[in-house]
């Protein structure tokens, strides 16, 4: 039964939101986008952002008639938000952090938003209430927004673990952390449905909180088909990965055993033509004590630097293979530049323990290999063997990320709002 106007309303409270960039507000511009197309009107309640970063999705939401953005006072300081982080602006926004906004920069945000929350829902007859997180003490002031609105279907989304994160080593962080706590347990006491982007984080909430576990359900992050029309595919001629993103020192040392692995390959196609080019900041570059390691590292490994966010979509339907590490201690991450490599339809290479996003991966007939020279090795003879049947011309089935196309995920976001 298709559902009348007055019901096909939403209203998303996002305290970051266009134009606010960083990878948090990607998750919900796109969910808003294709809500649209669907036949919803979404309002969107966040805080007013005086700047615009210079990698956002405001294209996604902008110039949208059926996605109405309320921005309303931000009570944290904004000018400690901008963009250019000088030392000055460093300091201040340390010292809010530890004192008013303990928790984050949400949490004083509580008496503004819940008016024009109400005062939305009232006069646009809104029935389908969507708060994401982080900051996630908004989640909190969702629950009073309930309370006075009980006739509204709370959802939360949970892109990170609130509570848990917060260290319990000093009696100030056992302090913040029994107050995350608190009010993380009367939200989710409050919500009809809390969603998690990963079965991981989704269990973990279920062990810590069992009472209010049948309301759990998993609704994962992915790409959206748009981002890449108009797009020009390449075929590759050479071996060659692209990783994108940050390459912290966590992650660069599974570059170790790579490089190990590829020292010790007799494969021709490893050993001449293999090469990877990073795309990113934090490039972290792993010290060997053997100079061969080292040399082989420095012409194996190319830091290519930070492109915006076309180019790397143009940059990336060059090549063959994606590259993705996880840090042995977020095995079950699934980072978002995963999703555009998906998105562009390419081979995927994780070097991750075991964890979610290689159970998905493996699901695809991806290459997927634990942190040992041995077993990259492996993956890399297994790569190398399929790119000399691509270059020859010999099919090959195509993976299949079709479950984490944007447009797929909204109809499993629609099952989730009122009937």
């Excluded at 960039?21 to 952002?49: D, E, M, P």
């Excluded at 049947?389 to 944007?406: G, K, L, R, T, V």
């Amino acid at each position: 039964m298709e559902k009348s106007a007055e019901s096909k309303k939403i209203l998303l409270i996002a305290y970051q939101f266009c134009p606010k960039g960083q990878i948090g507000t990607r998750r919900w511009s796109k969910f808003a986008k294709y809500l649209t197309r669907k036949g919803y009107i979404v309002h969107v309640l966040c805080a007013n952002y005086p700047y615009r970063d210079r990698i956002n999705w405001c294209h996604d939401v902008e110039n949208n008639p059926n996605i109405h953005i309320h921005r309303i006072k931000a009570d944290y300081p904004t000018f400690l938000l901008q963009p250019k982080r000088t030392f000055f602006i460093k300091l201040f926004d340390r010292i809010f952090s530890h004192s008013l906004y303990y928790l984050d920069a949400a949490q004083r945000w509580g008496s503004r938003m819940k008016r024009k929350a109400v005062k939305l829902i009232h006069e646009e007859n809104i029935r389908d209430v969507v708060v994401t997180g982080g900051p996630f003490t908004a989640m909190y002031h969702a629950a009073k927004v309930k309370r006075e609105c009980p006739e509204i279907k709370l959802i939360l989304d949970f892109r990170d673990p609130w509570s848990d994160w917060i260290s319990n080593h000093t009696a100030w962080q056992r302090f913040r952390k029994k107050q995350a706590e608190r009010m993380e347990s009367v939200a989710l006491s409050k919500a009809d449905i809390s969603l998690f982007t990963t079965s991981e984080l989704k269990q973990d909430y279920a062990d810590k909180y069992p009472d209010f576990s049948p309301t759990f359900r998993i609704l994962y992050n992915g790409y959206d088909p748009d981002d890449f029309k108009g797009i020009s595919f390449e075929t590759p001629d050479n071996f060659a990965l692209i990783y994108t993103g940050s390459l912290t020192k966590e992650r660069a040392l599974a570059l170790v055993p790579f490089i190990q692995a590829v020292a010790s390959s007799k494969n021709k196609i490893i050993r001449e033509k293999l090469i990877v080019h990073f795309y990113g900041n934090d490039f972290q570059r792993p010290i060997f004590e053997d100079a061969q390691l080292q040399n082989l590292f420095d012409t194996k490994i190319k830091h290519c630097g930070v492109v915006g966010q076309k180019e790397l979509f143009q940059k990336l339907a060059q090549y063959e293979f994606g590259f993705s590490i996880n840090a042995p201690e977020h095995a079950n991450l699934i980072g978002a530049k995963t999703f555009d490599y998906m998105g562009l339809g390419m081979k995927i290479m994780l070097i991750s323990l075991d964890g979610e996003l290689k159970d998905i991966l493996k699901q695809s007939n991806q290459y997927v290999t634990g942190y040992s020279a041995d077993e990259i090795l492996k993956c890399l003879e297994k790569m190398a063997e399929d790119h000399q049947s691509n270059m020859e011309m010999i099919d090959q089935a195509a993976p299949d990320y079709s479950a984490f196309d944007i447009e797929h995920l909204t109809e499993e976001l629609e099952a989730f709002l009122s009937n």
